[in-house]
């Protein structure tokens, strides 16, 4: 079955560049989610999309955008890095009409800024 | 207030052993999904379980099992005949149907010992 798919897997940046990681969801998936995950930490809810429009947000710095496009696919953009933002950034997708809405998770870009 | 509380930071367990990992939860909402993601150190989030509030039956996925008790707001992760490939961190997850984001409890690093 296809999974969420995302690029890059690895990412390394130098304080103040900027960043664009990228989604795919799972075909049919309604709606998209992006979390951030620190070192033993849960994940950190940043912002979703329904349908291609923003739905609910979450802990996103000002730094951060996000959008989805015509084709469902997603970007996370992120400007002024900072060395704290280096985290583990998931993308997940569900269903939301379906019965669970289950959130499925791509394997993640992991962010190291230097 | 919406809260997962999983208070079993760490737990060893012998392989081929039956482990439970706790979780707890609070919510004033009548609606809502409960699921378990395990995460390996590779860091990928796998969705293992999903039960709803209404649902009469525990949920049950292979080796994994959901024990619920909704007055006792608790909805435990059963995993029979452990395997070293179980050594992961284990999230408990919640979404309230008043809210589409997932809330998470704090994890529990589950080792198994051959």
């Known amino acids: 079955a296809a999974g969420v798919i995302q690029s890059p897997r690895h990412l390394i940046k130098e304080k103040r560049e900027t960043a664009t990681l990228k989604c795919y969801p799972i075909?049919?998936?309604?709606?998209v989610y992006w979390y951030q995950q620190g070192p033993g930490q849960d994940p950190q809810f940043l912002i979703s999309?329904?349908?291609?429009?923003?739905?609910d947000k979450g802990s996103i710095p000002d730094r951060f955008s996000a959008q989805q496009f015509s084709d469902y696919h997603s970007e996370l953009n992120m400007s002024s890095l900072e060395l704290g933002d280096s985290a583990l950034y998931f993308c997940?997708?569900?269903?939301?009409?379906?019965?669970?809405?289950?959130?499925?998770f791509g394997p993640g870009t992991r962010l190291t800024v230097l | 207030a919406q809260k997962i509380t999983q208070t079993q930071p760490g737990m060893f367990v012998q392989e081929k052993e039956a482990v439970t990992l706790d979780c707890t939860y609070d919510t004033s909402d009548q609606s809502y999904g409960l699921f378990w993601y395990k995460q390996p150190s590779s860091g990928e989030m796998i969705f293992l379980i999903y039960?709803?509030?209404?649902d009469e039956q525990n949920a049950t996925e292979g080796r994994y099992s959901l024990n619920f008790q909704k007055a006792r707001k608790s909805a435990n992760l059963v995993i029979s005949a452990s395997q070293l490939g179980d050594s992961a961190m284990y999230f408990c997850a919640m979404r309230p149907d008043s809210n589409y984001q997932l809330i998470w409890g704090a994890g529990t690093k589950l080792i198994i010992k051959p």
């Open positions: 999309f329904y349908e291609k429009m923003q739905s």
């Open positions: 039960q709803g509030s209404y």
């Open positions: 997940a997708s569900s269903l939301r009409q379906g019965r669970a809405d289950t959130q499925y």
């Open positions: 075909p049919r998936h309604d709606t």
